[in-house]
């Protein structure tokens, strides 16, 4: 099995995974929007999980950010995904410790992640249950956009 960074090729792979994610309803018009400018976000870590002969069987999504509480720069797993039929393999314990190795190279200090499911799994892999997570539905107006016009969302580049 090989764990590496998604290029654009692994669009179409993606998608079914993603349709594995509980209890979100995504849309493939905002997935295709989302694809690109996720690949190239400076501090987003998208990593696939690939078996020979057999293509993308797994997928994980994660961000950096500065906190206070941490002390600086914490990790946040957003999406792993596993295909059904590939679970139980350790192809998702692979994907998280990419993401681990990830964060310590961008200076994290702390990886978290929110899940109502597989606290097992997190637990065994050294993750501790440190508090709940909510969520809420906003709607916007329309697609968030570079600049106010019709240009899909990008993350601004950094500058000094």
């Not at 090989?2 to 692994?10: E, G, I, P, Q, T």
């Not at 993606?14 to 190239?40: I, K, M, Q, T």
């Not at 950010?65 to 350790?90: D, I, N, Y």
Request: with cysteine.
């Amino acid at each position: 099995m090989l764990v590496r960074r998604a290029v654009v090729a692994d669009r179409d792979a993606v998608w079914p995974l993603v349709l594995e994610l509980p209890r979100h309803d995504p849309e493939r018009e905002a997935f295709e929007r989302s694809f690109g400018p996720l690949l190239a976000a400076l501090d987003t870590y998208f990593a696939v999980a690939e078996l020979p002969d057999q293509g993308v069987v797994g997928y994980l999504l994660a961000n950096r950010h500065l906190t206070f509480a941490s002390s600086g720069v914490v990790c946040r797993v957003e999406e792993v995904a596993v295909l059904p039929q590939h679970r139980r393999q350790g192809i998702g314990r692979h994907l998280l410790e990419s993401a681990e190795e990830w964060a310590a190279e961008v200076g994290a200090r702390r990886v978290g992640l929110a899940t109502g499911l597989s606290k097992e799994f997190y637990v065994s892999g050294g993750y501790a249950e440190t508090a709940g997570f909510f969520t809420k539905r906003v709607e916007a107006p329309a697609a968030p956009t570079a600049a106010g016009g019709d240009a899909p969302w990008a993350p601004s580049a950094a500058t000094d």
